[in-house]
């Protein structure tokens, strides 16, 4: 049975891997560009990844069937939400929460790959989660 890794491991290798791949490709590629080359290369580093995860959700009585659509749910326990635009808006982190809220899911990272750098590009999202002193969420170890 395979080991299970942390929180701060599945974040750390997911920033990892965005750092590499914007390294690779650069900046202002189409969003589908990054989500399938970052979809292979988690899987590559032995990652679940799922792909366009529909979710559902219940609101007032309401419910809402596949009305959402996360870019990348690693480990049925981040959401990784990709852009490529010039700058993040206000309203993306919070998109990101919301799906995390409605998911009950602890963490996500947006990651904008339009931005001139990972650094730039990268933000953790947190539901409920204290902040983590991990070595592996650091995203300015080595300058692009």
């Known amino acids: 049975m395979p080991e299970r890794k942390t929180l701060d491991e599945i974040t750390g290798?997911?920033?990892?891997?965005?750092?590499?791949?914007?390294?690779?490709?650069?900046?202002?590629?189409?969003e589908s560009v990054y989500e399938t080359v970052l979809l292979r290369d988690?899987?590559?580093?032995?990652?679940?990844?799922e792909r366009q995860k529909s979710v559902s959700f219940e609101y007032d009585g309401l419910h809402f069937g596949d009305m959402l659509r996360i870019d990348l749910l690693v480990e049925s326990l981040v959401v990784v939400e990709i852009k490529s635009v010039e700058k993040i808006s206000p309203v993306h982190p919070k998109q990101v929460l919301t799906y995390l809220r409605l998911m009950n899911l602890p963490v996500g990272l947006l990651v904008n790959f339009g931005a001139p750098t990972m650094k730039e590009g990268l933000q953790?999202?947190?539901?409920?989660?204290?902040?983590?002193?991990s070595p592996h969420l650091r995203?300015?170890?080595?300058p692009e």
């Open 13 to 30: 290798t997911i920033v990892d891997t965005c750092v590499k791949l914007h390294k690779g490709l650069g900046p202002g590629l189409l």
């Open 139 to 142: 995203i300015n170890r080595d």
């Open 124 to 133: 953790r999202v947190v539901n409920g989660l204290a902040p983590s002193t």
């Open 42 to 49: 988690l899987e590559r580093r032995g990652l679940k990844v």
